[in-house]
C-alpha cells in the first residue's frame, strides 16, 4: 500500500515535532512535559496509522527546543518516541529517546507501604533496566516493573 502523502497535522516552521507516541499515553506525555502550563503554539493529532504502534500520537509544538534531559522523561511512557527539530520548515535533526539512569516524579511507587504513598515525598527510582523497565524506589527498595507502572 502506497504512503499517504499529506501531513495529518500541519507543517510548522520552527520547534519539536514528537512523533510515534502511542495513542493511549499522548495525555501523559503532555502531562509529563507540562505541555498544558505552554505558551507556545501546540497541535496534536492521535489515532494515526501506524505500522509500528497500531494507533500513535503526534505533537508538534512550535518554537520549542527540549533539553534532552527533559525529553528522555518520556521514555518511560513512549519509548519508541522520535524527535524531529524543526527549522526553516526542514528537519535538522532526528533524535530517539532514550531511558535515563534515574527518575524523579512521574511515576508511583508499586509499594503501598512506601512512604511516597502516604507523605508529601517525590518520588525518587534507580533504572534498575531499561528495555522492560523496572525501577527501584530510593526509599524502600522495591522494584516497580513495567506491568504495574502508573504515572502520577
Ligand atoms: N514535520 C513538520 N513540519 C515540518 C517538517 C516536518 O511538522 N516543517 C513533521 C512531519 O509531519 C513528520 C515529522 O515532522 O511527522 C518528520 O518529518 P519527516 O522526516 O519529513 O517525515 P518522515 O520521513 O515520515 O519521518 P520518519 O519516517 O522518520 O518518522
Ligand atoms: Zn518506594
Partial sequence: MEEPKQ???SAIENGT??????AKNLFKVIQILGLDRFDN???FGTNLESKKLGKKAIIKIAG???EDADINRIALVAPDAK???????EV????VVEVPDFITGIAKCMNPKCITNYEQVKTRFRVVSKKNVALKCHY???ITTQENLQII
Fill in 7 to 9: 501531513l495529518s497535522v
Fill in 17 to 22: 515535532v514528537i512523533d510515534h507516541i502511542p
Fill in 41 to 43: 503554539q501546540i497541535t
Fill in 64 to 66: 520549542k527546543f527540549f
Fill in 83 to 89: 524527535l524531529n527539530i524543526i527549522r526553516d520548515y
Fill in 92 to 95: 535538522v535533526e532526528k533524535k
Fill in 140 to 142: 524502600c527498595e522495591k
